[in-house]
């Protein structure tokens, strides 16, 4: 079965650091990456995806992604960390093609101090 | 569009009480699911639905029901109340596609005495 690993449960910075969340997966076959984020008392949104093509995404606030297939990871990047990204990040995974379900990781919880 | 919108908010059970969990989407998806979310254990998948008519469990089924008698709706029946299923309750859906996005609604709070 599909798993999908977020290695830092908890991750403290300071505003403008760097960030840098690892997200791996254990699946042989052709997937579709996703990030969502969840703000404090709010539900999940979408911050980027991967399904075909350039391996680094973009999306939005500043967030990027690398996906790299030799690893099976699918980093969470941002250069410069803002109070308000603290929030939990989510990693999930499925399948290229039919109509499977997404699978998440744990979660990973970044607070953000000024 | 309202989205993915979700009742109750909140909730508090006893024990073997029942209810029903309500999920609807106005986008016309073609897939929907129920996911819990517990702290240290992410998002899991309980049931989902590829279509009208269509359901599958998922990670964790066990004491749940759901049905989807129209594409709009996908309520999530909890049988017989247990605290194991204190939890927040998120629904999602997305169009047919794979790579779609998906949409989550803002969550019920389930607590069960």
């Known amino acids: 079965a599909q798993s999908v690993s977020q290695h830092n449960h908890h991750v403290i910075l300071s505003e403008a650091a760097s960030l840098e969340l690892g997200c791996n997966y254990s699946?042989?076959?052709?997937?579709?990456l996703f990030w969502y984020v969840q703000y404090p008392g709010q539900h999940l949104q979408l911050l980027l995806k991967?399904?075909?093509?350039?391996?680094l995404v973009k999306g939005i606030k500043g967030f990027e992604a690398e996906f790299i297939k030799s690893k099976f990871s699918f980093n969470l990047r941002k250069p410069s960390v803002q109070w308000s990204d603290t929030a939990e990040y989510f990693c999930?995974?499925?399948?290229?093609?039919?109509?499977?379900?997404?699978?998440f990781g744990k979660g990973t919880r970044l607070s953000v101090i000024a | 569009n309202a989205g993915v919108t979700q009742t109750p908010k909140f909730q508090v059970l006893k024990t073997g009480q029942s209810m029903t969990l309500q999920c609807a989407q106005d986008?016309?998806?073609?897939?929907m699911s129920w996911y819990r979310q517990d702290p240290g254990m992410g998002l899991r998948l309980i049931h989902y639905?590829?279509?009208?008519?269509?359901?599958d469990q998922g990670e964790v089924p066990n004491g749940y029901n759901v049905s989807r008698s129209t594409t709009e709706d996908f309520p999530l029946r909890l049988l017989s109340a247990a605290p194991s299923q204190t939890s927040v309750y998120f629904c999602?859906?997305?169009?047919?596609?794979?790579?779609?996005?998906?949409?989550f609604g803002p969550g019920t709070r389930l607590t069960v005495l």
């Open positions: 699946y042989g076959g052709t997937v579709n």
């Open positions: 999930a995974v499925n399948l290229y093609s039919g109509n499977t379900p997404l699978v």
């Open positions: 999602a859906s997305r169009a047919g596609v794979v790579t779609d996005t998906q949409y």
């Open positions: 991967y399904f075909s093509g350039d391996p």
């Open positions: 986008m016309n998806h073609e897939y």
């Open positions: 639905s590829v279509g009208a008519g269509i359901t």
